[in-house]
């Protein structure tokens, strides 16, 4: 009885331990602990996820404006840079009086030896003044004083006023790469012998281009004048001409110096088309902020009884640009 007994009590004892190392042994209780994703408070709808933009997609949105955003930033950078130049080159040349384009105030003195190509020789000072009229139209009046000696036996040198001229013109078309100049001359009988004059009352249009070359550092002027008498003495000469010029100005020595060259044509209508042409030079120099200094000799190549035509002749002069 004592037996049974005993035996009872020590079942009943390891019945626990035995059962609770089989929990311990379950698989689903096993191995690490699960975590399990944090839940949203209650009453308030989970954020959905933000998607990913398809990376394909993306570089369609931005490739067409990458290259359009590269063009806007060269292209005006270079045409600006261009047209600084031009214009600088034009305002430069203007400045130093040497592009009859410019609309510019000046007072200047020149004085001229002229050989002819009949002999004579021509002593010549002009006093010239331009006047600006706003910011496109200019007047110009010239005032000459003249010397002549024929060179020949039995005759006697003269000197006096020569005829006076007016000019009024503007500028017609303005771009920095391109200006157009139109005027107008009238040059009045006013000589006090008639070998100081023409004797005529003459107009003379006169269409100019400035056209600045960058990479010369230059300024193009090409211009076509035409000289036609309309009235004066009836037993003076007509007059019908047609100057085309070709002026190159460049600067030099951050424009303190000039130089330019022009040739030019002339057509004299009245000798049926006879034609004279002549070669000019210009060396000048800027004197301070206003005053320009200038030396212009020339050649005449051919033409013989051409007005306009020379054998050859030295000029001076200084102005004072304001």
């Avoid at 790469?177 to 008639?194: I, R, Y």
């Avoid at 037993?235 to 130089?259: I, P, Y």
Wanted: hydrophobic share 40%; glycine share 8%; aromatic share 10%.
């Amino acid at each position: 009885m004592s037996l049974a007994l005993f035996i009872l009590l020590s079942i009943a004892h390891a019945l626990p331990v035995l059962a609770q190392d089989l929990e311990l042994d379950l698989p689903e209780e096993s191995g690490p602990a699960v975590v399990q994703p944090a839940q949203p408070p209650p009453g308030k709808p989970e954020a959905a996820a933000p998607k990913e933009k398809e990376p394909a997609a993306e570089e369609e949105r931005e490739a067409p404006q990458e290259a359009p955003q590269v063009q806007y930033e060269r292209r005006p950078a270079k045409d600006l840079l261009s047209d600084i130049s031009n214009r600088l080159l034009n305002v430069l040349s203007g400045d130093n009086g040497t592009n009859r384009t410019a609309v510019i105030g000046r007072f200047q003195v020149s004085g001229e030896y002229r050989e002819r190509r009949d002999g004579s020789f021509q002593l010549e000072n002009v006093e010239r003044l331009d006047l600006p009229l706003g910011d496109r139209l200019i007047f110009r009046a010239d005032v000459p004083f003249r010397g002549i000696d024929p060179q020949a036996s039995g005759s006697t040198s003269v000197s006096g006023l020569g005829d006076v001229s007016a000019r009024l013109g503007g500028q017609i078309w303005t771009r920095p790469a391109f200006t157009a100049f139109l005027d107008t001359q009238v040059v009045f009988p006013t000589a006090s012998d008639p070998n100081l004059g023409r004797g005529k009352y003459l107009v003379a249009p006169e269409l100019t281009f400035s056209i600045p070359i960058q990479a010369l550092n230059t300024v193009f002027l090409p211009a076509v004048q035409q000289t036609v008498s309309i009235g004066g003495d009836p037993s003076r000469k007509d007059v019908n001409t047609t100057k085309m010029g070709l002026e190159f100005t460049t600067t030099w020595a951050n424009n303190l110096w000039w130089t330019t060259m022009e040739p030019g044509l002339y057509v004299d209508w009245n000798q049926k088309g006879k034609t004279a042409m002549n070669l000019e030079f210009e060396v000048g120099r800027r004197l301070g902020d206003h005053f320009r200094a200038w030396c212009r000799p020339a050649v005449g190549l051919w033409g013989n009884g051409v007005p306009g035509a020379y054998d050859w002749f030295t000029q001076v002069g200084i102005r004072y640009m304001f």
